[in-house]
């Protein structure tokens, strides 16, 4: 029997492991499974925290053949050391290296030495699939890569630019097959887990990586994904996300998918993200989101000015985003709302349209504005323009590919990097006022901390229209009210 072992490299600048259940890889996993004399396992290095020497002593036992390492932006420098340690101790063995970081930055990663026998650049079902067969037919190294450099979308040495394929169609998807995950499924406890409707969203957003491959939507069976959640549920799972790129791509789908939910009897409770377009069209199943268990959807607004919605592509106006807020306000118990700062174009004004527009959508309704930084990704339409504007320059590429949206990577034509982190501060200060906070209720009042936290807010940041004490006393409020433990954050000075 061959073997072929999936992993997940170990995101190296996070200091708590974040334990996720490698959806993606799950995916992969079931191509393999369906094949005859392979045999398949996972290894989530991310959630079991284990560096380059950790995995390499599970492979030096487990003897694969081959093995696929999923690579995303913030992972590739441990990719990196994992290629580097597999190559020393177990040269025989093929490596494949795919995921996000590859489908846009494949030259970034063989610039950077990446020594894998293939890459693969989009969604890697079938040249699994085709890995897995080679495989199972007895193939070496060598014919093994000869094999995968047929498929268009697949880099070997030698071979020119591998070309971006359609996304996988998930109507033949296999179910995942958790068991063949190299760690039990308790590791995932208290965490929501991942779980998989659709691919591909209707958007063409200019920044979005999403709308290069996977412009066509494709949906799993229902069944399967009913049949996924129960399996999760009677194992103690019961809080889910949806890593769609639009959960309300199809109204038709989502209704089926609901009242599968629904008659199944599962007491869950999911977040999922939306398009406002796509959920207004959603809007008589609203009722139906909430009854299936909806806690957040996650709306991506973006932008309150009319100019910098057409710079990025959106393709919905301000006024869509209304609607969608008070479809959103029935369908889930709390409702978040994504803005970006710091588009090439990016005003002070341009951001003041951004903080007024969040302020109007409140009178709706309670709702969490998550904002974040541009990343111009290499490969998409929005670094092209930075890169024309001089915004950024061809050196930073690699560097840019690894960045996420916590600090402003780039300046816009108008402002400063300084100055986009001021209006970042500004956004929260004006949104999340002590009586706005104290007014919510505790499970929006709960999403906001979450929100100021990860944003790293604490409230040494926001001091200017805190009085002392003011921000303590709305968090204590909420202890009051929800018995949550709010000791850690400080009183700002
Ligand atoms: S709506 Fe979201 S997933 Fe779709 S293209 Fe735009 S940013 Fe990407």
Known sequence: MRKLTLILPLFKTRAVPRRRVPSGLLSLAAEVQAIKDVRVDVVDAESLGWDAADVVEYLVLSKPDAVGISVCSPTFPSALELMKVIRTEMPEVLIVLGGKYVTHSWQSALNAGANADAMVRGDGESAIAVLAQALAAGANRMEIVSALAELPNVWVPGKKAPTLPHAFNLQTAQPWPLEVLAHNLDLYQGDRMLIEFSRGCPGRCSYCLASRDRQQISFRPVAQVVETIAHFSAKG???????????????????????????????????????????????????????????????????????????????????????????????????????????PLETRETVNASMDFASRLQQLGPHVPHISFMVPYPGTPLCDEALALGL??????????????????????????????????????????????????????????????????????????????????????????????????????
């Open 237 to 343: 799972f019961s809080s889910f996300f949806f890593t769609d790129d639009d959960f309300a791509a199809s109204p038709s789908h989502l209704a089926c998918l609901l009242e599968g939910i629904i008659e199944r009897g599962l007491k869950i409770k999911f977040d999922a993200n939306v398009r406002p377009d796509s959920l207004v069209r959603c809007e008589k199943i609203a009722p139906l989101l909430k009854r299936a268990g909806c806690r957040c959807l996650w709306l991506g607004i973006e932008s309150g000015s009319p100019a910098i919605l057409e710079t990025y592509r959106k393709g919905f106006e301000t006024n869509v985003c209304e609607r969608a807020v008070v479809t959103a306000l029935i369908a889930a118990d709390v409702v978040r709302t994504n803005w970006i700062i710091g588009a």
């Open 392 to 493: 950024i320059s061809p050196s930073h590429l690699a560097e840019l590919a690894e960045s996420t949206h916590g600090e402003p990577v780039m300046p816009s034509q108008f402002l400063t990097k300084n100055e986009l982190k001021e209006l970042f501060y500004e956004f929260h200060q004006r949104y999340f006022t002590p009586e706005s906070l104290a007014s919510l209720p505790p499970a929006v009042a709960d999403e906001a901390r979450l929100v100021l936290s990860s944003a790293g807010l604490t409230n040494k940041k926001l001091p200017l229209k805190y009085k002392n004490g003011d921000f303590r006393e709305s968090c204590i409020h909420r202890i009051e009210q929800h018995g949550e433990d709010y000791s850690s954050i400080k009183t700002p000075n």
